[in-house]
């Protein structure tokens, strides 16, 4: 089975064919040229995939677009999908989320935006509607902003229960649902913020990133504004898994699509010198939850290296023997067919890429 790789760039959207053997790639030429897109939402509920690209253009500010022909043609409406009702006082900076809502629940599409918030549609992504839950909710006026913004980045809907969801954002870290989005509660203990004079504090976290394990839905991992972490109880607690890293700052975390226990991130040196740690391109990977880490770099350019990689910019596809990819500031793409052993060029001199997402097709 190929992969289609679809790459979200500072200057647009360009889809990457892969051969059966996914590692030789044809990369087709610019959509939305000249337009950010800054994510991709994959839902392979439906009879074929459906792409939604978050567009963000300087001019008409921004939209989503949808393509149900992996990606031959795209719908944008006319007006906004995704926008503020008037009493919420605040306008739609950037789209940085769209996932598909669990399998119960065909139609369902999130987005998570800048300023922080969670929309809904029920129609496939053509419409949607504020989450009034978490908008209300008291501490939002408190929630700050990381250095990319203020914006929920991360949205992990249940897959067996559709009222439970788990949004995190820079700044204000992990807050959970358990009744579909109607309330929130912050779930940050044992998440540091040490920018803070408490560096403990309920809420307030710049968490970059988490993922859900493959397994076991109530294992997450989370990278955070300096520390790596893993939850065995949906959120209720975090402890560090950092330690066998070489830096526990980063943006991305994934986790394997099938087999638990298996997460890849990328350490940087440290927020005050955002190049990978060593100066050398290497991703880690840890196949006993995080305990242990290992770097893997075999075809990955040598060092010295400096481009970094993006919270959205990583990802696997669904093959039994995951693929693996990721982009960087500098334009370049890499994949790896086998779990990180070996890893082959997919694209060079591309603008900034902010987002990768692997299709099946």
């Given amino acids: 089975m190929t992969v289609l790789l679809a790459i979200g760039t500072q200057k647009g959207l360009f889809l990457a064919s892969s051969d059966d053997e996914r590692r030789a790639w044809h990369v087709g030429p610019a959509q939305f040229p000249g337009t950010a897109v800054y994510t991709i939402g994959v839902d392979t509920r439906g009879p074929r995939p459906r792409l939604l690209a978050a567009v963000d253009s300087s001019h008409f500010g921004p939209s989503v677009a949808v393509s149900d022909d992996l990606g031959v043609t795209w719908r944008e409406p006319e007006s906004a999908p995704i926008a503020f009702p008037q009493d919420a006082g605040a306008a739609i900076e950037r789209v940085w989320q769209l996932v598909p809502g669990p399998a119960a629940e065909p139609g369902v599409i999130y987005a998570g935006s800048q300023p922080s918030a969670l929309f809904r549609s029920t129609d496939g992504g053509r419409s949607f509607e504020l989450v009034r839950g978490l908008w209300d909710h008291p501490h939002r006026t408190e ?75 109530d294992r997450l991992y989370a990278q955070n504004h300096h520390g790596v972490y893993r939850s065995s109880d949906g959120g209720d607690s975090w402890q560090s898994i950092a330690d066998t890293l070489p830096s526990d700052f980063g943006f991305p975390i994934v986790a394997h699509p099938s087999r638990p226990g298996t997460i890849w991130n990328f350490p940087l040196i440290a927020d005050s010198e955002r190049h990978p740690t060593e100066l050398r391109c290497r991703v880690y990977r840890s196949t006993d939850a995080g305990d242990k880490w290992e770097p893997q770099h075999e075809g990955l350019p040598d060092g010295p290296y400096y481009p970094v990689v993006l919270r959205d910019a990583m990802c696997t596809d669904n093959h039994d023997r995951a693929g693996v990819y990721f982009g960087t500031r500098a334009g370049e793409v890499f994949a790896s067919n086998d779990e990180g052993e070996s890893w082959t060029t997919v694209a060079a001199h591309l603008p900034d890429v902010l987002s990768v997402r692997a299709v099946p097709v």
């Fill in 143 to 217: 929630w700050g902003a990381g250095f990319g913004g203020q914006a929920i980045h991360t949205i992990l809907p249940h897959p067996d229960d559709p009222s439970r969801l788990l949004v995190a954002m820079s700044t204000g870290g992990v807050y959970r649902s358990g009744d579909g989005g109607a309330t929130w509660s912050p779930a940050n203990r044992g998440i540091k913020a040490y920018f803070f004079p408490d560096p403990w504090p309920e809420f307030g976290q710049c968490v970059h990133r988490v993922a859900r394990d493959a397994g076991d839905p």
